[in-house]
């Protein structure tokens, strides 16, 4: 069974999924997984991108090249993936 790292954290399930979905689309294996924290009153929410350690690399690459895109920029349906 494959070994799954944390690679980022999201406070936002849209950007997650969409970035969920563009490593997919990559052909990289991922797995979202929400975390939430109660302590002294406070709640805390967020959701974990994980990925193979084997492909740490690539999808850092990806999810950095995505960063500099606006959703704008990009034909009808196609904003959804970046963030």
């Known amino acids: ?3 799954f790292f944390v690679l980022t954290t999201y406070s936002d399930h ?6 969920c979905g563009l490593l997919e689309q990559a052909g ?7 975390v939430e924290i109660h302590e002294a009153g406070v ?3 967020g959701i974990r991108l994980l990925v193979p350690f084997e492909y740490t ?3 850092m690459k990806i999810i950095e090249a995505g960063k500099g ?5 990009l034909p009808p349906n ?4 970046l963030h």
């Open 1 to 3: 069974m494959e070994q």
């Open 78 to 81: 196609k904003g959804a993936l």
């Open 28 to 34: 990289i294996p991922v797995m979202l997984e929400h």
């Open 69 to 73: 895109l606006h959703r704008s920029d």
């Open 43 to 45: 709640a805390a929410s």
């Open 14 to 19: 849209m950007v997650a999924d969409s970035t």
């Open 57 to 59: 690399q690539r999808a």
